[in-house]
């Protein structure tokens, strides 16, 4: 038995660009088969709508609001609810996920790190990172900011990405770092999930008891199949990137590196055929029901 799970979901109680609550995503996700969904909120530099001159230790409650309105909701109508949250830098988004609300009471310095601090900060408290939508190339957008060294997974499948390209590259990108992949509707409003030919997700063999199994599946690299839509993530080497790439290194500063050097797609195409897995590659397939 596997277990599917939304890895990317927002409420309109944080998220200044949701409209569903908490509490309204909960029959809709038991219907799809679903066995629980990670909250991941607009975080402090996000698109979040609580004002950032709150005093930490209010903002840390409110924001957990939608999240705890899931939970209690899910709760009564089994579907697990996890916490995280995605924070935004320069238009790059990250969902960090494994520290929880007594975490973020004691620790108001989160609002404020840069990349590197966010994952040397995350890991060292237990938690991982994961670059969402690495390509997304929509119009709030105008440098593609990408922390190959700063997270722990890429997410490849997005079902709110407008161009199933941007989620080619974004696995292209995955392979190439060696990096495991997820998927994710990066959900706004619960209709939006019934519009969907087929809701994005990461199945897992295990239940999760709690958000640690989510990093520990994340780490060990046993993360099961994903869900998402028929060739969501098929690259065709017609992948353009209309946006200047910013490849960022540990220290979280520009490389000035070439993307499609890193991507290795200049050859990609006559070498996919006949290349064997690499040591240490991760082979998640990919799930159509
Ligand atoms: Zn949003
Ligand atoms: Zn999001």
């Not at 009471?105 to 060292?124: G, I, M």
């Not at 997304?136 to 190959?148: E, F, G």
């Amino acid at each position: 038995m596997k277990y599917l799970y939304e890895t990317h979901l927002h409420t309109c109680q944080v998220s200044a660009c949701a409209l569903s609550r908490g509490r309204d995503y909960i029959a809709a996700y038991k219907a799809f088969g679903y066995t629980g969904i990670i909250v991941t909120d607009h975080f402090f530099n996000g698109n979040s709508r609580l004002p950032q001159d709150l005093p930490w230790k209010e903002w840390v409650h409110r924001f957990c609001r939608g999240y705890e309105e899931a939970w209690e909701a899910g709760k009564k109508q089994a579907l697990d609810v996890f916490f995280g949250w995605e924070e935004t830098f320069d238009g790059d988004d990250y969902l960090v996920y494994g520290l929880d609300k007594q975490w973020l009471l004691e620790h108001p310095e989160a609002a404020h790190w840069n990349r590197r601090e966010q994952y040397e900060t995350v890991k060292f408290y237990g938690g991982c990172v994961v670059q969402a939508h690495p390509f997304r190339q929509h119009y709030y957008i105008d440098t593609i900011h990408l922390a190959p060294t700063c997270v722990d997974a890429v997410e490849v499948a997005n079902a709110s990405n407008e161009e199933a390209s941007y989620d080619a590259l974004a696995m292209k990108y995955a392979q190439a770092l060696g990096l495991p992949i997820t998927a994710g509707t990066d959900i706004h409003y619960v209709e939006y999930l019934q519009g969907l030919e087929i809701p994005f997700g990461v199945y897992l063999n295990k239940k999760m008891d709690g958000i640690e199994d989510y990093v520990m599946a994340i780490g060990e690299k046993t993360l099961g199949d994903l869900q998402m839509s028929p060739g969501r993530c098929d690259f065709h080497g017609n992948e353009t990137v209309r946006l200047p790439v910013d490849i960022r290194d540990k220290a979280d500063l520009s490389t000035g590196r070439d993307l499609w050097d890193l991507l290795g797609c200049r050859s990609i195409q006559r070498k996919e055929e006949s290349r064997s897995p690499r040591p240490g590659e991760v082979s998640q397939k990919i799930y159509y029901p």
